[in-house]
C-alpha cells in the first residue's frame, strides 16, 4: 500500500476542487444536505472551539459517517449508547454511555489528531478527508467517493463495508468536497490555497502579519479587507479580490508559509530577499525555526 502526504496531493486537490462539478440530477440532494448542516452549525462550532477543527469540515465527516445523525458517534456512525462496534472500535475510551455528541465528536478528532493538525487550507482539508476515510480507493487509481461522489470526478468503485472493495459499486452518498464545493458557491464558506508570512521591508526578521490566500494562475489573491486588516491598511474595495504581491509591493516582503511545505528552500530565500547578507542569515535562522519556506514566491 502507497503511502501519501500533503506536499504531494497539494497541487492536485486544489485542481479537482476547482474543475469539481456536481451532477444535476444530484443537485437538490447536495442542497439539501447543506441546508441541513447549516441549521446545525452552532453544534459544529462548538465543537471547533474545543479542537480548533473547522465547524465545516466536522459537518461534512458527520455527514459522510453518520448521515447527520446527532445520535450517533462522529467516529463511524455507531450509536452513543455504547462504544462504537465497528472500526475504530471501542470508542471513546474514556467516560461511560450513553455518550453526548460533543463528547464523541471531540475524541473522534482526538483521535485522528486533527486538534494538532495546522493546514486548513483547502488542500489541509481534502487531504485529512481522505485520510479520515483512508487511501484504499486511490491505491486503486480510483478517485475517492469520500470526496467527490456526485461530481464529474467520480463514477463508481468503493469499499462495501471494512475491507471489502467492490468496483462496480457505486456510493450513494454526497462527497465531502462536493458539499465544501456547494457551501463555497453558496458563499458560506471560504478555503484558503496557502498561506503567507508578510514582512515590512528593512524592518528585521519578524512577520507583520499572515494572510491566507487564493492561488489562480500563478498569482495570490486575497480580499481586500483581510489584508488590509492584517497590515493596518483602510480596506477601500473590502469585497473586492486582489493580488497580494502588487498590493504589498515596495513595502513588504512575501514569502511562503511552512504548512504547504516543510522543506525550507535556503537558495530560493537568498535569492529573492532584499535585506542583504547580515539580514538574510538572521532570516534563515529564524525561519527554518519556524517553518516557514520559500521567498517571494508569486
Not at 86 to 100: C, D, L
Not at 194 to 205: P, S
Not at 261 to 288: D, E, K, W
Request: with cysteine; proline share 4%; aromatic share 12%.
Amino acid at each position: 500500500m502507497a503511502s501519501y502526504d500533503i506536499h504531494s496531493l497539494r497541487q492536485e486537490y486544489v485542481q479537482l476542487f476547482a474543475t469539481c462539478g456536481i451532477h444535476s440530477d444530484k443537485s437538490n440532494i447536495a442542497d439539501g444536505i447543506v441546508e441541513k448542516i447549516l441549521s446545525h452549525r452552532a453544534q459544529y462550532e462548538k465543537v471547533q472551539r474545543s479542537t480548533n477543527v473547522p465547524w465545516y469540515f466536522i459537518a461534512v465527516v458527520h455527514s459522510l459517517e453518520a448521515d447527520l445523525n446527532f445520535q450517533t458517534h462522529l467516529h463511524n456512525g455507531d450509536p452513543l449508547t455504547h462504544r462504537t462496534v465497528k472500526v475504530p472500535a471501542g470508542r471513546p475510551v474514556n467516560g461511560t454511555p450513553p455518550f453526548t455528541w460533543e463528547a464523541s465528536a471531540i475524541d473522534a478528532l482526538h483521535l485522528e489528531r486533527l486538534d494538532v493538525w495546522e493546514d486548513w487550507s483547502l488542500p489541509g482539508i481534502l487531504y485529512k478527508l481522505e485520510s479520515y476515510n483512508g487511501f484504499g480507493t486511490r491505491d486503486r487509481g480510483i478517485l475517492t467517493p469520500y470526496l467527490w461522489s456526485y461530481s464529474n470526478h467520480y463514477t463508481k468503485g468503493k469499499f462495501i463495508r471494512d475491507h471489502v472493495w467492490d468496483a462496480n459499486a457505486v456510493s450513494d452518498q454526497c462527497g465531502a468536497a462536493v458539499l465544501l464545493k456547494r457551501m463555497e458557491q453558496l458563499n458560506k464558506v471560504y478555503f484558503e490555497d496557502a498561506k503567507l508570512i508578510v514582512y515590512r521591508k528593512g524592518k528585521g526578521e519578524h512577520p507583520v502579519a499572515v494572510i491566507g490566500v487564493k492561488i489562480r494562475n500563478g498569482v495570490s489573491y486575497a480580499y481586500h479587507n483581510e489584508i488590509a486588516k492584517a497590515i493596518g491598511d483602510e480596506a477601500l474595495n473590502p469585497d473586492t479580490e486582489i493580488p497580494v504581491k502588487a498590493y504589498l509591493s515596495g513595502r513588504y516582503t512575501v514569502v511562503w508559509h511552512a504548512e504547504s511545505n516543510r522543506i525550507f528552500h535556503y537558495p530560493t530565500l537568498l535569492l529573492y530577499s532584499f535585506f542583504g547578507i547580515a539580514n538574510c542569515v538572521q532570516i534563515v535562522m529564524s525561519l527554518s525555526k519556524q517553518n516557514w519556506t520559500q521567498a517571494n514566491p508569486m
